[in-house]
């Protein structure tokens, strides 16, 4: 009878401990990070696109055989020459008008003479008032003559100048359109080039987000960055036109001039930039939201340690954090790891975060 009872006690001890232990497991665990006070602006991640400030196609200025044409992949300073014109032809017209003006000169010389001469004839009527007249209008015409002499030879010169194409700002040759040895009309293209150390990043944003971005916000930093670099740079410009088809506004930034090291026109990049906040804010961590078909939630816990559901609306955010409106308040916690299966009530087993 005495092993029988001892028996039995054994039993409904090893039966009583696991019922224990099972109880303690039924604790779900959990993550939990503080609600905190916003005073950093929200933000809005964007992706954009590097463009160089200066790009140009560098045409012909006049008709003419080239005789230089830079090479592709060339860098070029401002007023290196990029390509140059034939001036064999336009030398041989500014000679020709170089004679035709000192003919004209030698014309103009003769009727002055002349006209000094017919005047003091005219003085003691020695000469007729139309034969007077008819010097004074010949010696006209030939200052005339010569004006217009002098400026074909200036517009010679103007030809001349344009027979080298110069750089306008530093940069690389990208595309070449005509060799040397070609002949090309006025207007033609010669040469592609780029500046690549005037960089800006162009930004496609939606257009609900233009009234948040003022005047004022365009002196705040946004930051811009890659796999390899993170940047500050100042907003430049905002453009308020909307595109009908994608109801985007478009933004350029500058960036430094050093960017040029680290990125190249054409290059995809990430664009954070901060909207305006009219007050300070709560934020949680993104990992708190809790989406679902009648609202976002998450998930507090309460001095008891217990988990109480509260209905939240969704701001902008700032990295891992988002700013929210609800029946919180600062330090208190929320569950960021482990809230999805919760429905209100339960006691928790906090993890450490």
Same mark, same amino acid.
């Given at each position: /009878?005495?092993?029988?009872?001892?028996?039995?006690?054994?039993?409904?001890?090893?039966?009583?401990?696991?019922?224990?232990?099972?109880?303690?497991?039924?604790?779900?665990?959990?993550? %939990?990070? !503080? +609600?905190?006070?916003?005073?950093?602006?929200?933000? /809005?991640?964007?992706?954009?696109t590097v463009h160089s400030r200066n790009r140009v196609e560098l045409t012909a200025s006049i008709s003419g055989k080239l005789e230089f044409v830079a090479e592709p992949g060339l860098f070029v300073a401002k007023g290196d020459v990029i390509a140059r014109f034939e001036q064999y032809p336009l030398m041989l017209q500014k000679l020709e008008q170089q004679a035709q003006l000192k003919r004209a000169e030698i014309n103009l010389n003769y009727l002055a003479r002349e006209l000094k001469r017919q005047k003091e004839l005219r003085k003691h009527s020695n000469t007729s008032q139309f034969q007077l007249e008819q010097t004074q209008s010949e010696h006209d015409l030939a200052l005339s003559d010569l004006e217009i002499a002098q400026l074909k030879i200036k517009q010679i010169d103007d030809q001349l100048s344009r027979t080298l194409v110069l750089a306008p700002f530093p940069g690389v040759i990208t595309q070449r359109e005509k060799r040397a040895g070609s002949d090309v009309n006025r207007s033609e293209p010669l040469v592609q080039l780029l500046d690549t150390q005037q960089l800006e990043v162009r930004v496609f944003a939606p257009i609900r987000y233009l009234s948040q971005l003022s005047t004022k916000s365009q002196a705040k930093l946004v930051s811009v960055e890659n796999e390899a670099i993170q940047l500050t740079a100042n907003e430049s410009t905002i453009i308020p036109a909307a595109d009908p088809r994608s109801q985007t506004f478009e933004v350029r930034i500058n960036l430094?001039?050093?960017?040029?090291?680290?990125?190249?026109?054409?290059?995809?990049?990430?664009?954070?930039?901060?909207?305006?906040?009219?007050?300070?804010?709560?934020? +949680?961590?993104?990992?708190?939201?809790?989406?679902?078909?009648?609202?976002?939630?998450? +998930?507090?816990?309460?001095?008891?340690?217990?988990? !109480?559901? %509260?209905?939240v609306e969704v701001g902008q955010g700032n990295?891992?954090?988002?700013?929210?409106?609800?029946?919180l308040r600062a330090g208190e916690r929320v569950v960021v790891r482990g809230g999805e299966r919760l429905q209100g009530g339960e006691a928790l087993d906090i993890q450490a975060s």
């Open positions: /009878m005495k092993i029988i009872t001892l028996i039995s006690l054994l039993a409904l001890s090893v039966i009583s401990f696991p019922s224990a232990n099972a109880a303690s497991a039924v604790l779900p665990p959990v993550k %939990v990070l !503080e +609600v905190k006070k916003s005073d950093t602006p929200p933000t /809005m991640d964007l992706l954009g430094p001039i050093d960017a040029n090291e680290f990125w190249t026109s054409g290059q995809l990049i990430k664009v954070r930039i901060p909207l305006a906040q009219e007050r300070v804010a709560l934020s +949680v961590h993104r990992d708190a939201l809790i989406l679902r078909r009648d609202g976002t939630y998450v +998930v507090r816990v309460n001095d008891n340690n217990q988990a !109480e559901r %509260v209905k990295g891992d954090w988002v700013n929210i409106k609800g029946d």
